[in-house]
């Protein structure tokens, strides 16, 4: 029953092997390419992985079949879990009505059309990354500025690009955690190093949009807003995702961002309001509605009751996602983290009530057959365990959040239940999807067959970081989710770092910077970019409009961690 790794299984041929151990990422990639239902090119992907794991390089067949139910189980908890509970509480705003206070209090704030732009493809389209991800950024924001009046190819181009700055911490952080699993880095660190990375292109990326928009003179008019947007992002992105952890990342930086900008705008004007030729010659009729998180506002007539009704309607319709933020912060604090997980030891009353509650919900047992009985290439056994902590996973504040919600929102216990269950059914697929790439991306590990691919790449040698972040972009496009290309390159960025002496974090968190810019090129993306701005059929426009940009961005991706990985060194914590 006993396995030793070989990573060379097919005579003394680094390059042949290596082939053969692409086959599992090629048939995956083909099929994705041919449109196949994502669930089933994973499905065949994982038997052919299992097979070569078999056939090629002798494992028993025992083997690689745990260790996809041992990938397939993290997939689940904490990566599906969160996704699932962070889409229930976006869905829950959706069904009160209450989403729709939330577009209106943003959209009435400036009459400019490249303000708007910064507010709700940029700062606003980060907020729902964070909160939900999976097409909902960009289908939302596209359909609110399309209801605005911008030409449709337009605002799915803009909103499409301005999604660069967030989809690495998506869905309350999961692209991040996804990958602490396969690697066995904590996702705190992986978080920190994409965190000193993606800030710096989070900050370019509001006059970029800008500029592509009006050109580089109209975008130098509204610089002092484009600055206040993108340091405030980017400031916040980088505290959060260094000091906090990969879930509240998008959400606090999109907050941060939006409130700065939104006051910044009640003391500052552009000399002259930017509009497109087809908008009336007044401009738009502003709303008597209280302007986003900081209730200021925009229009005048109010009275000060009226003012302060509006201003209990805007803190209402927001209060999911205040909960969301709360609870987030709480599960983060080390003494509560560690009664979650059942090893707090400290004398608190309530903490060790916690504590025990914690340590029932996590249980660490021993993967049938598998443990220890892969022998990794430095001699020593594998450990092999099904990690659940179910109170600990951040999907489970989530889900407490959407629980202190339905109080909140006041939804009946019936509409509550139901909203889970149609959220389920909407994303079953997806989730299948995810549990099923993990599975196969722990097989081709547990087999070695990442390992040999990464002597194959560590053949490049200094070179390797700059196409690291290729390689995540490649997974984003093919998968159209950072979370999946995360877990399918993960493990092969790091044993590449390994094998060549370059740190392995910065090499994880180079695949995340890349899958974070692939993923808004990927045909999911661009579907969704259509249907919501009525363009359905015509995603090659779109792409056309995205493909130029989004290869810009991520050259400089490449030089930056190439960069960091030779010179900048002191930036990887």
């Known amino acids: 029953m006993e396995y030793i790794q070989n990573f060379i ?16 990422i090629l048939i995956f990639l083909i099929l994705i390419g041919r449109k196949m239902a994502a669930w089933k090119a994973s ?19 025992v083997l690689p079949v745990m260790s996809a139910t041992q990938g397939a ?50 700062s606003f389209s980060a907020f729902l990354e964070g909160a939900a991800g999976f097409g909902a950024p960009v289908a939302i924001t596209a359909a ?17 690009i301005a999604n660069m700055a967030a989809v690495a911490y998506g869905a309350v952080g999961s692209p991040i955690i996804a990958l602490s699993g396969p690697t066995g880095i904590p996702a705190s660190e992986i978080s920190a190093m994409v965190g000193r990375l993606l800030p710096i292109i989070s900050l370019l990326i509001p006059f970029y949009i800008i500029a592509i ?106 209060s999911p996602f205040i909960a969301l933020m709360a609870m987030v912060i709480i599960w983060a604090i080390p003494a509560i983290k560690a009664a979650l997980t059942g090893t707090y030891a400290g004398e608190n009353i309530l903490l060790k009530g916690i504590n025990g509650i914690g340590a029932f919900m ?50 009946s216990w019936r509409d509550w239940f139901a909203t889970f269950m149609q959220t389920l059914k909407d994303l079953r697929f997806s989730l299948l999807t995810i549990a099923l790439v993990v599975a196969f991306a722990y097989v081709m590990n547990s ?38 290309a995360n877990v399918l390159f993960g493990s092969l960025q790091q044993q590449t770092a390994l094998s060549i002496g370059m740190t392995p974090v910065l090499a994880v968190g180079s695949n995340a910077l890349g899958a974070n810019i692939g993923k808004v090129l990927s045909p999911q993306s661009l579907a969704v970019a259509a249907g919501a701005t009525g363009l359905t059929g015509d995603e090659s426009s779109i792409m056309k409009v995205v493909l130029k940009h989004s290869l810009i961005i991520l050259l400089f991706a490449c030089t930056l961690v190439l960069l960091v990985a030779n010179v900048l060194t002191f930036m990887v914590p």
């Not at 209450?98 to 940029?122: C, G, H, N, W, Y």
């Not at 990442?450 to 200094?462: H, N, Y």
């Open 9 to 24: 299984p097919i005579g003394d041929s680094v390059g042949i092997s290596a082939l053969v151990a692409l086959i599992p």
């Open 43 to 61: 499905l065949i992907t994982l038997l052919a992985s299992i097979i070569i794991a078999v056939f090629v390089y002798g494992m028993p067949a």
């Open 73 to 122: 189980l993290f997939g689940l908890i904490p990566i599906c879990w969160i996704i699932l509970c962070s889409v229930f509480l976006y869905n829950l705003t959706v069904k009160t009505g209450k989403f729709e206070q939330i577009k209106d209090s943003i959209v009435s704030i400036t009459d400019d059309r490249r303000l708007q732009v910064l507010l709700i493809a940029f």
């Open 144 to 160: 609110i500025l399309v209801g605005l009046g911008f030409e449709p190819i337009k605002a799915a181009g803009l909103c499409l």
């Open 213 to 318: 928009m009006s050109g580089f003179k109209k975008a130098m008019e509204i610089l002092p807003a484009i600055i206040v947007s993108g340091i405030t992002f980017s400031v916040s992105q980088f505290f959060a995702s260094n000091f906090i952890g990969p879930e509240l990342t998008d959400i606090l930086a999109a907050v941060v961002s939006l409130a700065s900008l939104v006051v910044f705008l009640r003391v500052w004007k552009p000399k002259e309001i930017y509009r497109f030729e087809t908008d009336e010659p007044a401009g738009m009729k502003e709303k008597d509605v209280l302007a986003g998180t900081v209730g200021i506002v925009a229009g005048g007539g109010l009275s000060k009751k009226e003012k302060g009704g509006a201003g209990r309607e805007i803190l209402a319709a927001w």
């Open 362 to 411: 996590s249980i660490a047992p021993e993967v049938p057959f598998l443990h220890n009985n892969i022998i990794g290439g430095d001699g020593n056994p594998i450990g092999a365990v099904y990690n659940i902590q179910f109170l600990a996973t951040p999907g489970t504040a989530i889900l407490i959040a959407a629980i202190v919600s339905k109080f909140l929102l006041k939804v």
């Open 447 to 484: 087999s070695g067959m990442i390992t040999t691919i990464a002597l194959l790449l560590a053949s490049t040698g200094v070179l390797f970081p700059f196409f690291a972040p290729m390689l995540g972009y490649l997974g984003g496009f093919v998968t159209g989710s950072c979370t999946s």
